[in-house]
């Protein structure tokens, strides 16, 4: 009887995981952020996370405006494709113009599997 010699299974090489670089986390969030406080649709959704550019209506948030914002620091957890970053932002009146106060709130930032990075949208307000 015959038996064929053995071989070797060969299976593909998972890609390793590509950490998330702060430097990119930073280029999008200010885009989207910049879009936010300049009125300016077509960088909003540029920044945005494809599923959700549809549902990006219009430039306030809990009824205000961006006025300024500020990234707070973050630290990235290892193996990690998305991220809960906070900013401190002055709310703009839109009908007066004149500053709300300042608040802070997160937004999810998220790495796709071509290296793409996206703002996922905001969550609520955390207190100061």
Known sequence: MYTPPASATSYP?????????ADA?????????????????????????????????????NGYY??????KPYTIPPDADEL?????????????????GDIDNQWIVEQDSDGRYWVCGWLNYRGQ
Not at 26 to 41: E, P, T
Not at 87 to 100: C, E, I, M
């Open 13 to 21: 090489v998972a890609p390793a995981h590509t950490p998330m670089s």
């Open 25 to 61: 986390i930073n280029r999008v969030f200010k885009k989207y952020m910049n879009g936010l406080a300049d009125h300016d649709m077509t960088q909003l959704r540029a920044a945005s996370c494809p599923r959700l550019r549809s549902t990006l209506l219009g430039f306030a948030l």
């Open 66 to 71: 961006v006025g300024r914002w500020k990234l």
């Open 84 to 100: 809960s970053v906070e900013a401190t932002f002055t709310q703009q009146d839109p009908d007066t113009g004149r500053s709300a």
